[in-house]
C-alpha cells in the first residue's frame, strides 16, 4: 500500500508570510493528488485537485506543484482564514489515501 | 450542493448502525459518493464507496465484511450499514461526492455525524 507522509507537522506563521506543506508519498504516485483544509468542528474543504488545479472559489493564494513522490501546497501570502489543518489525499485503484496533516498556527 | 449525515449515535461493542446520506443541488445518480470517517484528534481515513449506479462498491479494509455502503437513488440518499462496531470504530461520519470523471477526489463534504461506540 502507497502510505502518505506530511512534513512539517505543526508550521507556525504570521499574516503574510509564504508557507509551503510537503506531502510525500512512499512510491511514485500518479497526478490523482488533493489538498483539503480543515477547521476545528468543520468537514474538509476542497482546495486542489490533481495536484495543481485550484478548486473553484479557492483563492489564487493557494497553489498546488509536484509529481512523482513529491508534491506542495504553498499558501502565497497568509491570512487569519487560513490557519487550519491540511492535509493531502491520493488515489489509486479505488483506494483513497490521506496524509496524516499539517497545523497551520499562529506564531 | 449540500449534503447532510444522519443517523449517528452512541451503541455498544457488537452492536449495529444505519447512516444516512441525503444529498441535493446536484444530479445524484451522476456521481460516485463516499464515507470518510475521523476520530478524535486523527486526520481523515476513508471507510468507503460507491458508484452512481450502486453496482461497484469499495471498501477499506478495516471495514471489509463488517460495513455495507448503499444508495437510494430515487430518494438521493446514501446509506452505511455499521455492523460487529468496535470502539475504534469511534469517530466522525462524512459523507461527500466524488469528482464526475474519474472519482480521483471529493468535492461537497457534509458536515458529520458523530459515532460512539462503548460499553
Known amino acids: 500500500d502507497i502510505q502518505m507522509t506530511q512534513s512539517p507537522s505543526t508550521l507556525s506563521a504570521s499574516i503574510g508570510d509564504r508557507v509551503t506543506i510537503t506531502c510525500r508519498a512512499s512510491?511514485?504516485?500518479?497526478?490523482?493528488l488533493a489538498w483539503y483544509q480543515q477547521t476545528p468542528g468543520k468537514a474538509p474543504k476542497l482546495l486542489i485537485y490533481k495536484a495543481s488545479t485550484v478548486e473553484d472559489g479557492v483563492p489564487s493564494r493557494f497553489r498546488g506543484s509536484g509529481s512523482g513522490t513529491d508534491f506542495t501546497l504553498t499558501i502565497s501570502s497568509l491570512q487569519p482564514d487560513d490557519f487550519a489543518t491540511y492535509y493531502c489525499?491520493?488515489?489509486?485503484?479505488?483506494?483513497?489515501?490521506f496524509g496524516p496533516g499539517t497545523r497551520v498556527e499562529i506564531k | 450542493v449540500q449534503m447532510k449525515e444522519s443517523g449517528g449515535s452512541v451503541v455498544h461493542p457488537g452492536g449495529s448502525l444505519r447512516l444516512s446520506c441525503a444529498a441535493s443541488g446536484i444530479q445524484f445518480g451522476s456521481y460516485a459518493m463516499s464515507w470518510v470517517r475521523q476520530a478524535p484528534g486523527q486526520g481523515p481515513e476513508w471507510v468507503a464507496t460507491i458508484s452512481g449506479t450502486g453496482f461497484n462498491t469499495y471498501y477499506a479494509d478495516f471495514v471489509k465484511g463488517r460495513f455495507t455502503v448503499s444508495r437510494d437513488n430515487s430518494k438521493n440518499t446514501m446509506y452505511l450499514q455499521m455492523n460487529s462496531l468496535r470502539a475504534g470504530d469511534t469517530a466522525t461520519y462524512y459523507c461527500?461526492?466524488?469528482?464526475?470523471?474519474?472519482?480521483?477526489?471529493?468535492?461537497?463534504w457534509g458536515p458529520g455525524t458523530p459515532v460512539t461506540v462503548s460499553s
Open positions: 461527500a461526492n466524488n469528482n464526475w470523471n474519474d472519482m480521483s477526489y471529493l468535492n461537497h
Open positions: 489525499q491520493h488515489y489509486d485503484n479505488y483506494q483513497w489515501t
Open positions: 512510491q511514485t504516485i500518479s497526478g490523482f
